[in-house]
């Protein structure tokens, strides 16, 4: 198995070891940190402002949400602080590491060491099974298979969708589909998990479970969640709202 060290970067090496009790409470490291952030679309020759000059700091252990109305930049903001969009000017650092530095590859390995990802198309693996897709990133990251089994099994019955383990996606409801996702995205134990509407699909019970669970990795692993979301019982339940509008903050 590669260690982060192998890949250069040493802060991150060093945070990899970490897995005591909420360690990153304790600190005031910046797990993200944007500066005069900026992204334009450019469809039919039109150019659409989506983000503009966004400086954000995100503390490790935060538990957090974008907010504000449809249109208004929550999920392009989301994705490029995750490395899937690149600015069009700007800069994002994900712990000390400026992601506009990195090859297509470094980004990579970055994102699967460090960031979980919860987005509002799934993403899930349609040729594999509600367990095999909770295993799949930390399969990528080399966790031996009987440990990700036993972790891929605990998170999905704690999202109570265990009896659905060897289920494949096409046959599971669109919260089911959304649970799994979140169990993949956090049973890699990444630093840092970015949401796109976690919420948008369950009903309120289902809802309430969810935000329980991330709240309690939150506290207990020192997790640190930034959400992009316009549902209030969400938003009700984080520490720090941060208002878009017009791809502005505040
Ligand atoms: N691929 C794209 N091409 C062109 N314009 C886009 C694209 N994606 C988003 N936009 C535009 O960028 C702006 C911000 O969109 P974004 O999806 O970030 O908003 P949002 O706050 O997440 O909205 P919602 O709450 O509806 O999910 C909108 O005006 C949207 O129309
Ligand atoms: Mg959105």
Redesign the pocket.
């Given at each position: 198995m590669k260690t982060v060290g192998a890949y250069g970067h040493a802060p991150l090496q060093r945070k990899n070891n970490v897995n005591g009790e909420n360690r990153y409470k304790m600190t005031n490291e910046l797990v993200v940190r944007t500066e005069r952030l900026s992204k334009s679309?450019?469809?039919d020759g039109i150019e659409?402002p989506?983000?503009r000059g966004v400086n954000l700091k995100i503390r490790a252990g935060e538990f957090a949400a974008l907010a504000?109305?449809?249109?208004?930049?929550?999920?392009?903001?989301l994705h490029l602080i995750g490395g899937l969009l690149r600015p069009t000017s700007g800069q994002v650092w994900i712990e000390q590491q400026a992601l506009g530095g990195l090859t297509p590859d470094q980004l990579a390995r970055l994102r699967l060491r460090r960031i979980g990802f919860v987005f509002?198309a799934y993403n899930l693996i349609p040729v594999l099974t509600a367990l095999e897709n909770t295993e799949f990133v930390m399969e990528l990251q080399g966790v031996p298979e009987g440990q990700r089994r036993d972790r891929a099994l605990e998170l999905l019955s704690i999202l109570e969708i265990a009896e659905y383990a060897d289920r494949f996606p096409n046959k599971l409801s669109g919260g089911e589909q959304q649970r799994v996702a979140v169990a993949r995205a956090v049973a890699a134990r990444p630093a840092l998990v970015l949401a796109?509407?976690p919420t948008a699909n369950l009903d309120s019970e289902s809802g309430q479970k969810l935000m329980d669970l991330l709240r309690r990795l939150n506290h207990e692993r020192g997790v640190t969640f930034l959400f992009?979301s316009?549902d209030p019982r969400l938003l009700n339940q984080v520490e720090r709202v941060i208002e878009?509008h017009d791809?502005v903050i505040g």
């Amino acid at each position: 198995m590669k260690t982060v060290g192998a890949y250069g970067h040493a802060p991150l090496q060093r945070k990899n070891n970490v897995n005591g009790e909420n360690r990153y409470k304790m600190t005031n490291e910046l797990v993200v940190r944007t500066e005069r952030l900026s992204k334009s679309y450019v469809a039919d020759g039109i150019e659409t402002p989506a983000v503009r000059g966004v400086n954000l700091k995100i503390r490790a252990g935060e538990f957090a949400a974008l907010a504000g109305p449809s249109g208004s930049g929550k999920s392009t903001l989301l994705h490029l602080i995750g490395g899937l969009l690149r600015p069009t000017s700007g800069q994002v650092w994900i712990e000390q590491q400026a992601l506009g530095g990195l090859t297509p590859d470094q980004l990579a390995r970055l994102r699967l060491r460090r960031i979980g990802f919860v987005f509002q198309a799934y993403n899930l693996i349609p040729v594999l099974t509600a367990l095999e897709n909770t295993e799949f990133v930390m399969e990528l990251q080399g966790v031996p298979e009987g440990q990700r089994r036993d972790r891929a099994l605990e998170l999905l019955s704690i999202l109570e969708i265990a009896e659905y383990a060897d289920r494949f996606p096409n046959k599971l409801s669109g919260g089911e589909q959304q649970r799994v996702a979140v169990a993949r995205a956090v049973a890699a134990r990444p630093a840092l998990v970015l949401a796109d509407e976690p919420t948008a699909n369950l009903d309120s019970e289902s809802g309430q479970k969810l935000m329980d669970l991330l709240r309690r990795l939150n506290h207990e692993r020192g997790v640190t969640f930034l959400f992009a979301s316009h549902d209030p019982r969400l938003l009700n339940q984080v520490e720090r709202v941060i208002e878009l509008h017009d791809g502005v903050i505040g």
